[in-house]
């Protein structure tokens, strides 16, 4: 086993913090979240993700040098290594991948999408080269297990692309699986992923065999999930929106947002307590989304379910979960893991390749090439 003194470095960039922490074989050292103000974003606003690469590496040196720590590490012991939230990158299979230039390329590029998890690789590779270690992702949101099945839709012009949670639901079905004494591999399983967007798996042989995705499946607290295609074609047509404006629509002022003006769940429950009669009927209506996709992952699983797995920042909420086990507790039994321990999971990521158990991988260019 590696050094259990050792210390990862793990980094979570999100559009509106910036998470890291430290981490020993032993468990975390150090978790950190820098907050990002309105006014902080808004200098960024309409500028390319990875302008604010220099912006946030700043901000992280501070918070590491105001813990008492260096941004090469601690006390002469450099990090052993550092680990980033994969970002939108193209296709690829589970794992712990080597962030190198040709990823940071690609990641420039952007062909996918501007998202603040493009930081992930950039950052981690800039506290990487100063400790002279090397810096991974794990498990980036464009991990593609699927079955070749799950990827037709109605039309050929629109097939279904898989980005989704995969970080954090890998992480808590392997959580279960040690919990259990079983393989991850021989689990069937449904992973209920409620945060800012809501990702519903279905977990065969150890893989994602389906899932939801950002542009499909339930609204959440700011994405619209699916909308009637022919009303979502005649508001593209009718003038009231640029493409620009739509985007936001769809994947920042939709969902519980868009119908209650929030998209914080703690104030729309105090409304409802208050007797807010439309909040409570908001929520309700995006449980009952998230219960229904939960019933299609069980049809994809031919009803043959271990457990539902619900994680996630909304997994916090004890009326979420009153509303949502009755929709689902007859599939399987229900083990809630709250919050997204997603640092923790970067974490367990580098230390299984720096413990042998886990090779590291690179990104096949030829997947690159392929979405040029």
Known sequence: MFDQSARVLAIDPGTTSTKFGIYTQVGEELARAIRHGDDEIEQFRGRLMLERLEYRTGKIEAALLEAGYSPRGKAGEPWAAVAGRGGLLPPMSCGTYLVDDAMIAELRRARLGEHATNLGAPLALHFARAAGVNAYIVDP??????????????????????????????????????????????????????????????????????????????????????????????????????????????FGDGG????????????????????????????EAMVYQIAKEAGAMAAVLQGKVDAALVTGGMAHSDLVLQLLRPQIDWIAPVTVYPGEDELRALAEGAFRVLDGVELAKRMPTDLAEATA
């Not at 279904?160 to 639901?169: K, S, Y």
């Not at 009303?231 to 929106?241: H, I, P, T, Y």
């Not at 947002?257 to 908001?282: C, H, M, N, P, S």
Request: with cysteine; glycine share 10%; hydrophobic share 40%.
């Open 256 to 283: 519980l947002f868009a119908y209650l003006g929030t998209r914080d769940l703690v104030e729309i429950e105090r409304r409802i307590q208050a007797g807010d009669g439309k909040a409570a009927a908001v929520l």
């Open 141 to 250: 949101p464009t991990v593609d297990e699927w079955q070749p099945c799950a990827r037709f839709t109605g039309s050929p012009l629109a097939p279904r692309v898989c980005i989704g949670h995969a970080l954090n639901t890998k992480a808590v079905a392997r959580r279960y699986a040690r919990e259990q004494g079983r393989a991850y591999a021989d689990l069937r399983l449904i992973v209920i992923h409620l945060g800012s967007g809501v990702t519903v798996s279905a977990h065969r042989q150890g893989k994602t065999i389906d899932s939801n995705t950002i542009e499909e499946g339930p609204f959440g607290p700011d994405r619209t999930g699916s909308l009637p295609v022919r009303s979502l074609a005649r508001l593209c047509f009718s003038g009231r929106m640029t493409q620009a404006e739509l985007d936001r629509h769809l």
